[in-house]
Structure formats: C-alpha cells, structure tokens
T-cell receptor
Framework: DAKTTQPPSMDCAEGRAANLPCNHSTISGNEYVYWYRQIHSQGPQYIIHGLKNNETNEMASLIITEDRKSSTLILPHATLRDTAVYYCIVRVRRSSARQLTFGSGTQLTVLP | EAQVTQNPRYLITVTGKKLTVTCSQNMNHEYMSWYRQDPGLGLRQIYYSMNVEVTDKGDVPEGYKVSRKEKRNFPLILESPSPNQTSLYFC?????????????FGEGSRLTVL
C-alpha cells in the first residue's frame, strides 16, 4: 500500500470548513483513498473513500487531484464534536486481508 | 443497531493470569480483526480472520491467540499476559476481507497488566 503524508495537527474555527490535506504521491492506479477518524480513544470511524472522482456523503467531501497524488477531506461546517485524529489511507480495494494500515494522522482541533 | 461489541472495556490484571477479551458483531461480517494501539505507534494489527475457522497473524501476534468458531465472535486470548501487553485494544469487522475497506470498530478495551 502507498504511503501517505499528513500534517500532524490543524485547527479550525467552529462552523467553518475544515480542509485536511493528504499527500500520496506513490499511489497506484488501483489504489483507493480512504479516510477514517478517531475521537479520543474511541474506535476509528469510517468517513469516506474514493478512487479518482470527488465523493460526498453526509459526513464529508473528498477531493482527489487529477494526478491522484494528493487529496483533501472537507468537513463543510466543523463542530466541536469533529475534534479527532483523521487518518488518510491508500490501499487496493480488493487486496489482502491485512486491511488498513493506520499512520499517525492529523489531529484536528475545532475551536469555539 | 449494527455494532461491534467488546468486553471488558477496562481491565487491570497481573502478569501471567490468563484473560480473554471478547468481540462480537451483529452485521454478519465475514472479516474480523484485532488491533492494539499504543502512544506513538498507531494502530497495529494483531490477528485477523477471513471467515469461520480461518485466522492469520497480523503484524504483532506474539503473546496472543484467537479463535473463530462462529461468524459473529472473535475472542482475543492472552495466555500469559505481560506488562508490555498493556494497551488499548480494538476489534473490527467488515463485510468481506478487503472487498470494501470499510471497517467497523468496537469501542475499545483498555488493558493494564501489572
């Protein structure tokens, strides 16, 4: 699975959009980008995933650059409850059962 | 409600006293896995199971055992716990191994071995 690079921490004002970047310059053509988050010591929670098109669901939007070497997770109206560590992961969707490798992630702090 | 349930949530034990952390899912998922999380080391996979009676080692299997006799249950067994197994443990499941990538996690079990 390709390696990802994320900033260790970010702040965002409550009610504003939170834009979390992720670099994955070695991503392969069949690797998807997944985002998870972990609210303090709780189990990680799936957010969204995509291959090359932008994706949106009820939690967030995922913007993937045309060359697929980077992506941005957007939380459109951040709330205090969105304070968490956000993990960007790339992997082949139908790969081995080793599943996802979680890196260090980005600690997002939403400020009142 | 779809969920992954772990028990106990918190446990303090002593070195060498066998313990089992249970994990159960109600989503009919084929794939289940155990992770441990330690400060600075992130989430590391201990064991996983692709289906009933099929288990395999993850990245840090030493000192742990698992079994998958039923689809819904995947207990983690520490035969002789040691202090370096003090950690936060998560069980996870998904519909099929690798097919969706969407893992559902339990709420975690915080284990302290004295």
């Amino acid at each position: 699975d390709a390696k990802t690079t994320q900033p260790p921490s970010m702040d965002c004002a409550e009610g504003r959009a939170a834009n979390l970047p992720c670099n994955h310059s070695t991503i392969s053509g069949n690797e998807y980008v997944y985002w998870y988050r972990q609210i303090h010591s709780q189990g990680p929670q799936y957010i969204i995933h995509g291959l090359k098109n932008n994706e949106t669901n009820e939690m967030a939007s995922l913007i993937i650059t045309e060359d697929r070497k980077s992506s941005t997770l957007i939380l459109p109206h951040a709330t205090l409850r969105d304070t968490a560590v956000y993990y960007c992961i790339v992997r082949v969707r139908r790969s081995s059962a080793r599943q996802l490798t979680f890196g260090s992630g980005t600690q997002l702090t939403v400020l009142p | 409600e779809a969920q992954v349930t772990q028990n106990p949530r918190y446990l303090i034990t002593v070195t060498g006293k066998k313990l089992t952390v249970t994990c159960s899912q109600n989503m009919n998922h084929e794939y289940m896995s155990w992770y441990r999380q330690d400060p600075g080391l992130g989430l590391r996979q201990i064991y996983y199971s692709m289906n009933v009676e099929v288990t395999d080692k993850g990245d840090v299997p030493e000192g742990y055992k698992v079994s998958r006799k039923e689809k819904r249950n995947f207990p983690l067994i520490l035969e002789s716990p040691s202090p370096n197994q003090t950690s936060l443990y998560f069980c996870a499941s998904s519909l099929a191994g690798g097919s969706t990538g969407e893992l559902f996690f339990g709420e975690g079990s915080r284990l302290t071995v004295l």
